[in-house]
């Protein structure tokens, strides 16, 4: 299961800022002239001039957002994984019963295993924010998937620092995880399955290209939606 939650200038006018006469406006380094003529009346005259100007001014630079970098999970983190299954928000997303926790034994899932299955953690600034698993369906060891095609690949993924939500890591993660998995030339396919009650999740999937194919109880807290994203439909974006 899945988790997902997921500037303008103002221009002021001339008024709020007053008149230089020519003496003091010469005074003034130039640098401080050319600030000042934004909101003086010369702004005004310039608009004129060139229609695109103040919208050309009311245009914010766009703020970067820091990189998502991705590393093998290891050992290491079972601490920090431990501790994101107890969050609240990662529990609301991956178990329809609150009280019935879908936690992993970490030890366990991160030990070296033969179906092939693999988690990476996503750091954000040498911060652990988070983290993915890519597996084979058909060879997974639980069989969670049930009898499925060979040539798939499923993709678990969810933000497990709270203060890390809704900042556009998670998009960073899964355009990582859909790239890392079609690079294998034999999978033709990947498969999801957020909550049915996620419909959150379900729009942040629909978003990569994925399609809803059937809802699907898997277990007692498992009440899910199956989407799927064709490679050959990805490729074509």
């Known amino acids: ?26 005074m003034m380094p130039a640098v401080v002239r050319k ?24 245009r914010a630079p766009a703020m970067s957002m820091p990189a998502v970098k991705i590393r093998p999970a290891a050992l290491r983190d079972v601490p920090t994984l ?54 084979d369906p058909a060879r997974e060891r639980t069989h969670y998937w049930g009898a499925v095609a060979v040539n798939l690949r499923a993709i678990d993924i969810w933000i497990g620092e709270k203060d890390a939500l809704g900042k556009g ?4 993660m899964m355009k990582w995880a859909i790239d890392y998995c079609f690079a294998e030339p034999n999978v033709v396919a990947i498969v ?6 996620n419909t959150r999740a379900h729009r942040f999937y629909e978003k990569f290209g994925f399609r809803r194919v059937e809802r699907r109880q ?14 050959g439909s990805y490729d074509a974006r």
């Not at 890591?169 to 960073?172: A, K, L, N, V």
């Not at 999801?192 to 009650?197: E, G, K």
């Not at 898997?218 to 490679?231: G, H, P, Q, Y």
């Open 1 to 26: 299961m899945i988790l997902q939650h997921f500037t303008s200038v103002q221009l002021f006018r001339s008024s709020a800022v007053g008149t230089l006469c020519p003496a003091q406006s010469r």
């Open 35 to 58: 600030s000042l003529d934004v909101f003086s009346g010369r702004r005004d005259r310039d608009a004129l001039r060139n229609p695109n100007w103040a919208s050309s001014m009311q």
């Open 82 to 135: 431990t501790r994101w299954d107890g969050e609240q928000h990662v529990i609301t997303a991956t178990s329809d019963d609150p009280s019935v926790p879908d936690k992993f034994d970490w030890n366990h899932e991160l030990a070296p295993r033969a179906d092939g299955t693999q988690f990476f953690v996503a750091e954000v600034e040498e911060r652990p924010i988070g983290i993915l698993g890519v597996l």
């Open 169 to 172: 890591y998670g998009s960073q």
């Open 192 to 197: 999801v399955d957020p909550l049915y009650s």
């Open 218 to 231: 898997f277990d007692a807290i498992s009440d899910c939606l199956v989407m799927r994203l064709e490679k």
